[in-house]
């Protein structure tokens, strides 16, 4: 995938995270950021890349649950 492609992906989330966790856009990507789920996002052995927002989204909540 290439990497503005990725970016944008990024992008989506972050601001889906601070949406749903009522959290700035800056909170929302340091967590982000520093999850299990970003670091397989940006590892292409994973194929995370190829999943919805919506997925990556649920995988980084159970993250954050657990």
């Known amino acids: 995938m290439r990497k ?3 970016w944008r992906k990024i992008a ?3 601001l889906m995270i601070a949406e749903t966790l009522q959290i700035s ?5 340091d967590l982000f950021y520093k999850s299990r789920v970003y ?3 940006v590892d292409s052995r994973y194929g995370l890349q190829t ?3 919506t997925y990556i989204l649920d995988e980084f909540k159970e993250e954050l649950r657990g």
Do not use: H, P, T, W
């Open 51 to 53: 999943m919805s927002d």
């Open 25 to 29: 856009n800056e909170r929302a990507l």
């Open 12 to 14: 989506r989330i972050v």
């Open 39 to 41: 670091q397989m996002l």
């Open 4 to 6: 503005n492609v990725l």
